[in-house]
């Protein structure tokens, strides 16, 4: 039973079904779309109904991203979990494992300007932007924009619904500890007080003892899978190929300077100067000679910017630092240059 507390009054609220209450599966997509977080984890949401598989008309609730660079598969049942609610999603997983990141921003971008006004529509250096922020990384941009990451090819499930059988639950729990499939199965279980709807969610599967366990498995394999890949963060990678050294000063682009920029641009003025560190962390890339904080490239092109203009930006860093020995970007650099590198 779950109670609701009034200061010091106390009121139960009736258990009831989103059946009873005529509330439907596309409802409780619409509010996963808005708020991820009732399935308990951060997640951006890039499309619903996803219907872009060739030979087929099937299609996933809903689709979305984790901050690891995993595709979710998010299968939705308004009541009980029917028989075949997992082969349904692992079918979808496997028809996800494909895409692509550019294709995936692209497809995340379709799905946003159709619920947006005509002229309120995201471009792709903010779709960009947007996934650089959500990952958590300096990422690199492609020619068109959008953020250059590795997607992970092995998709998640999430299956949310009312209840779980044993013809679900049982084959959840072979196909995680035998073949380390990562399949979540949340409850989601709704209570009514007079005309007022509760909704709350609760981890079912796995259970908080295995979960611990398949967390740090699954963390193993994504640092091997990440140290493995070539397709790494820009500055690692120009460091690597010795197109960029320790020390070497970065310039801010003066044509990414905002119209609206209350600060006069001078390439000899340190505001506008950083200095490279060396360092392939998240956060200590490059030390602004302003002030001589680290800052990743992102965060300091961020900040100039918001000093510069008085307002707040969501950029993805590297295309807004020329080097002046290439003279282009450092985004262009590794687009441009790194591919002729013999590995």
């Known amino acids: 039973m779950v109670y609701h507390v009034n200061g010091k009054g106390i009121t139960a609220l009736n258990p009831t079904s989103f059946d009873a209450l005529d509330l439907t599966e596309s409802d409780i997509e619409e ?34 991203l984790d ?21 349904q999603a692992i079918k979808y997983a496997s028809y996800c494992s494909t895409i692509s990141a550019e294709e995936l921003q692209q497809d995340y971008r379709a799905f946003w300007n159709k619920r947006r006004d005509e002229d309120n529509l995201l471009t792709p250096e903010e779709v960009g932007g947007r996934f650089a922020e ?36 049982t084959p959840v729990v ?35 003892e295995a979960e611990e366990y398949m967390a740090k498995r699954r963390q193993k394999e994504r640092q091997q899978s990440r140290s493995s890949s070539r397709a790494e963060r820009a500055i690692t990678v120009l460091l690597e190929a010795g197109l960029v050294k320790e020390g070497d000063i970065v310039l801010f682009d003066e044509e990414s300077l905002p119209d609206d920029a209350e600060r006069e641009y001078d390439p000899e003025d340190d505001f506008w100067r950083g200095r490279i560190t060396g360092k392939t962390g998240r ?9 001589g904080a680290e800052y990743s490239f992102t965060a300091l092109a961020q900040e100039v910017l918001e000093q510069a203009t008085g307002r707040e930006f969501n950029v993805n860093g590297y295309p807004y630092w020329l080097h002046p020995e290439h003279d282009i970007s450092l985004s262009e650099l590794r687009r441009s240059k790194v591919g002729d590198i013999d590995w």
């Open 67 to 87: 901050p690891d660079g995993k595709l979710v598969i998010i299968e939705l049942k308004r009541d009980s979990a029917d028989k075949t609610t997992d082969l």
């Open 174 to 208: 072979w196909l995680e500890r035998e073949y380390g499939m990562d399949i979540t199965c949340i409850e989601l279980d709704v209570h009514q007080r007079d005309k007022e709807v509760f909704v709350s969610a609760r981890q079912v599967l796995p259970i908080p």
């Open 134 to 169: 959500f990952l958590g990384e300096d990422i690199a941009t492609t020619e068109d924009g959008y953020a250059d990451f590795v997607l992970d090819d092995r998709p998640r499930i999430l299956l949310a619904a009312g209840s779980f059988g044993p013809e679900i639950t």
């Open 31 to 64: 509010w996963i779309i808005d708020t991820p977080s009732i399935l308990g984890e951060d997640l951006l949401v890039v499309a619903s109904q996803y219907a872009k598989f060739d030979r087929t008309a099937e299609r996933p609730d809903v689709l979305a």
């Open 283 to 291: 956060s200590d890339n490059v030390e602004w000679l302003e002030n």
